[in-house]
Nanobody, 120 residues
Framework: VQLQASGGGLVQAGGSLRLSCAAS????????MAWYRQAPGKQRELVAA???????EYASSVKGRFTISRDSAENTVYLEMNSLRPEDTAVYFC???????????????WGQGTLVTVSS
């Protein structure tokens, strides 16, 4: 399984960006999809998660500004980011918990990350 993240870039504070992460390969099913981020010198943290069924979860720091969504038919997860702040600057990573052809258990697959830089 490969996850291709895109949509990062440089934006001014108050601006918006939309990240996309598409999973490809011999995928049988995907349960959870999510976005994490890692700022320089900091640990990776959960930004938002969207299960195939159940409640969406957001980090308190992004609630009300970011929206996660998914297109299950396309195995793609999105992150709409509004009212961006300099402290949102980080590399954003996506993951998918997937069962692939030939395997019986679910594994977590990570994308390569996309850089978001918010200038003040």
């Amino acid at each position: 399984v490969q996850l291709q993240a895109s949509g990062g870039g440089l934006v001014q504070a108050g601006g918006s960006l939309r990240l996309s992460c598409a999973a490809s390969g011999s995928i049988i099913s995907i349960s959870d999809m999510a976005w994490y981020r890692q700022a320089p010198g900091k640990q990776r943290e959960l930004v938002a998660a969207i299960p195939s069924g159940g409640n969406i979860e957001y980090a308190s720091s992004v609630k009300g500004r970011f929206t996660i969504s998914r297109d299950s038919a396309e195995n793609t997860v999105y992150l709409e980011m509004n009212s961006l702040r300099p402290e949102d600057t980080a590399v954003y990573f996506c993951y998918a918990d997937a069962v692939v052809s030939g395997e019986k258990i679910e594994n977590r697959y990570w994308g390569q990350g996309t850089l978001v830089t918010v200038s003040s």
